[in-house]
T-cell receptor
């Protein structure tokens, strides 16, 4: 069974500082990996995704993530955080073949940005 | 990207009544759709897989008689919460993958409040 672990429940960073949110996955084959952001009371917005190819993927809003198969990780990074980045971040692994599109989410990391 | 629309965005209903939530794929056909539930400050949990032309597949612990799913066409799946109770109050989100893709597109979610 697939699973996702986000070890950090809550992270606080100062505006302008760098950010890294951790994600570890468990999946029996090549995973499809996603990062989503959710503002309070809102739906999900896709930040970036990894299917294959270059292990460093670029996303929207200046985010990037690196897929490391040896570590079963897909950590999200941003070099300089803005106050508007404060939100809930979810890492997810997607199934393929007969379960294409079915996603398993981590518990999320709440990001607080200090002025 | 593909668009998935959910309706309504929010709904308030009285205990004991039923409420229907619609999930539509606007610019693609979806033989499969997924329904998730998100309680406050928690992650998204898959409730069921909606299959066009056949019965939905429910995750363990989800009451199929309480959460009725109908996938009547290739662009519409509905979730009906029957005999709603306050503990059913939650954020419900649907998603649909395009073709055989492992990327699913999410609706904007429906906030259900049962009073």
């Amino acid at each position: 069974a697939q699973s996702v672990t986000q070890p950090d429940i809550h992270i606080t960073v100062s505006e302008g500082a760098s950010l890294e949110l951790r994600c570890n996955y468990s999946y029996g084959a090549t995973p499809y990996l996603f990062w989503y952001v959710q503002s309070p009371g809102q739906g999900l917005q896709l930040l970036l995704k990894y299917f294959s190819g270059d292990t460093l993927v670029q996303g929207i809003k200046g985010f990037e993530a690196e897929f490391k198969r040896s570590q079963s990780s897909f950590n999200l990074r941003k070099p300089s955080v803005h106050w508007s980045d404060a939100a809930e971040y979810f890492c997810a692994v997607g199934a393929w073949n007969t379960n294409a599109g079915k996603s398993t989410f981590g518990d999320g990391t709440t990001l607080t940005v200090k002025p | 990207g593909a668009v998935v629309s959910q309706h309504p965005s929010w709904v308030i209903c009285k205990s004991g009544t039923s409420v229907k939530i619609e999930c539509r794929s606007l610019d693609f056909q979806a033989t499969t759709m997924f329904w998730y539930r998100q309680f406050p400050k928690q992650s998204l949990m898959l409730m069921a897989t909606s299959n066009e032309g056949s019965k939905a597949t429910y995750e363990q612990g989800v009451e199929k008689d309480k959460f009725l799913i109908n996938h009547a066409s290739l662009t519409l799946s509905t979730l009906t919460v029957t005999s709603a109770h306050p503990e059913d109050s939650s954020f419900y989100i649907c998603s649909a993958p395009t073709g055989g893709s492992s990327e699913a597109f999410f609706g904007q979610g429906t906030r259900l409040t049962v009073v």
